[in-house]
């Protein structure tokens, strides 16, 4: 009975984890409305006993201080981020909001996520963008790392491109002195890259000028006879190109006919799968991961402050307060050997994994109101979660070290951060409770015997 009792425990204190917020406008609204309100002064003592001095009245408390006002949501610039032209940036840059644009000079790497990003200015360094629309008519003096829905490079890349997306065009004035890469359904190539040139997806339409070797794997691939390909070129499609693509490569053309239905391709079926599950998974992944955290805003709204406290002040406690849960969970499953205890621990094992997944949360919005702090802006939880969750699923996405930090540091620091949330409120609860309770009038003793 207590391996069930416990189980139960557990899977309660589990699921009230969950509890994050959205600040405490309610309590604000209130507590302002009740600092303004009138006093109504005490009314005077008039049944005095003649021959008595009146008591006199006991001083009024002091009147609590009236909270500041909300800033004007006319005057709140959320816009994101503009590096003006004529300004200049030393430092590496970290930015995340609806738009992030360099017009002026970025003397640093260029770490950017949200709907529009534009480079029309220059960054001496790399460059690692997501969003849903991309443009660079700017330079970019190293390498260039792009995953959106729309991406558009008309200007100087100094290193290599990579692009993955569902559209990408690289426009007539476009320059890439490295290689270029690039994952999508509809590829537009119009420019030029000095070093090699590949290409997976949809349908390919080549234009420009490629200094190496092409690869191009598709569905559907369009040579313009403008363009030219110094090297040798090796395509696979489902329909052979013509005689003349020879007229426009200097080197070998290779073909290999792409197959739907071929089975001597299943060894290719893990690698073919990992490709598809490419940018579409990642947004699909982040507005799944975005919707759960509001949702979670949205119902509980009294500890979001608490929560991101906590990871701010101590995170090494909360991730080792993580690792503890880990190994209680341990612990909890291993008490199933009774029968009658199983459907608890599945119960505490499946929040459990709720818990595990929505962790990322609190640390989500940790890290956009960290990030979004130096911009003085009084942003509310939900754009601050959008701003921590676009980077941390960039760094979900890299091999290895993604999977670390998806998978063990941000759900232990999330756990951590909650459950030393919980833990304090239930010690201050107790602490009201016991001040609350009356000491009870002991009777008066008797009179000794004589």
């Given at each position: 009975m207590r391996a069930i009792?416990?189980?139960?425990?557990?899977?309660?204190?589990?699921?009230?984890?969950?509890?994050?917020?959205?600040?405490?406008?309610?309590?604000?609204?209130?507590?302002?409305?009740?600092?303004?309100?009138?006093?109504?002064?005490?009314?005077?003592?008039?049944?005095?006993?003649?021959?008595?001095?009146?008591?006199?009245?006991p001083p009024e408390p002091p009147m609590p201080p009236d909270l500041p006002h909300p800033p004007d949501g006319a005057h709140?610039?959320?816009?994101?981020?503009?590096?003006?032209?004529?300004?200049?940036?030393?430092?590496?840059?970290?930015?995340?909001?609806?738009?992030?644009?360099?017009?002026?000079?970025?003397?640093?790497?260029?770490?950017?996520?949200?709907?529009?990003?534009?480079?029309?200015?220059?960054?001496?360094?790399?460059?690692?963008?997501?969003?849903?629309?991309?443009?660079?008519?700017?330079?970019?003096?190293?390498?260039?790392?792009?995953?959106?829905?729309?991406?558009?490079?008309?200007?100087?890349?100094?290193?290599?491109?990579?692009?993955?997306?569902?559209?990408?065009?690289?426009?007539?004035?476009?320059?890439?002195?490295?290689?270029?890469?690039?994952?999508s359904s509809q590829l537009l190539f119009e420019g030029k890259v000095d070093g090699a040139f590949k290409f997976k997806g949809g349908t390919a339409t080549v234009a420009g000028k490629v200094g190496s070797n092409a690869e191009i794997t598709a569905d559907s691939i369009e040579i313009d006879p403008g363009a030219h390909i110094d090297g040798n070129l090796d395509y696979q499609t489902r329909e052979r190109l013509g005689d003349d693509v020879k007229k426009v490569v200097a080197g070998k053309v290779s073909y290999n006919e792409r197959r739907a239905d071929d089975e001597d391709e299943s060894d290719e079926k893990p690698s073919r799968l990992r490709k598809s599950f490419g940018v579409t998974s990642w947004v699909a992944f982040l507005t799944a991961s975005f919707l759960f955290g509001c949702a979670m805003i949205a119902i509980f709204r009294r500890h979001e402050e608490e929560v991101v406290g906590t990871i701010r002040r101590?995170?090494?406690?909360?991730?080792?307060?993580?690792?503890?849960?880990v190994l209680v969970t341990i612990a909890v499953c291993l008490s199933g050997i009774l029968l009658i205890t199983i459907p608890f621990i599945a119960m505490y094992g499946i929040a459990y994994l709720i818990l595990w997944y929505l962790a990322r949360v609190p640390v989500a919005l940790w890290l956009g109101r960290t990030m979004l702090r130096p911009l003085n802006l009084s942003v509310g939880?939900?754009?601050?979660?959008?701003?921590?969750?676009?980077?941390?699923?960039?760094?979900?996405?890299?091999?290895?070290?993604?999977f670390l930090v998806h998978w063990i540091l941000v759900p232990l620091l999330g756990i951590g951060a909650m459950l030393t949330m919980y833990l304090g409120y239930r010690q201050t609860q107790r602490a009201a409770t016991v001040a609350a309770v009356p000491t009870p009038d002991l009777p008066p003793a008797a009179p000794l015997a004589s």
């Open positions: 009792a416990a189980a139960s425990r557990a899977s309660v204190v589990a699921m009230l984890l969950l509890a994050l917020s959205l600040g405490v406008p309610a309590w604000a609204a209130a507590a302002k409305s009740s600092a303004k309100a009138p006093q109504t002064p005490p009314a005077p003592q008039t049944d005095e006993e003649p021959g008595h001095p009146a008591i006199p009245e709140l610039d959320v816009g994101g981020y503009t590096l003006r032209a004529g300004q200049t940036h030393v430092g590496d840059l970290l930015k995340a909001g609806p738009s992030v644009s360099i017009e002026g000079m970025q003397k640093g790497d260029v770490y950017a996520g949200g709907p529009l990003i534009q480079i029309t200015g220059v960054v001496d360094g790399d460059a690692f963008l997501g969003g849903t629309e991309v443009s660079i008519t700017g330079e970019v003096k190293k390498s260039v790392r792009v995953g959106a829905t729309n991406t558009r490079v008309d200007g100087t890349v100094g290193g290599n491109l990579q692009c993955a997306g569902a559209q990408v065009t690289i426009g007539r004035n476009a320059r890439i002195r490295g290689n270029l890469t690039v994952y101590d995170p090494l406690r909360c991730f080792g307060i993580g690792f503890v849960s939880p939900y754009l601050a979660l959008l701003a921590g969750l676009i980077p941390l699923h960039l760094l979900f996405a890299i091999p290895y070290f993604g």
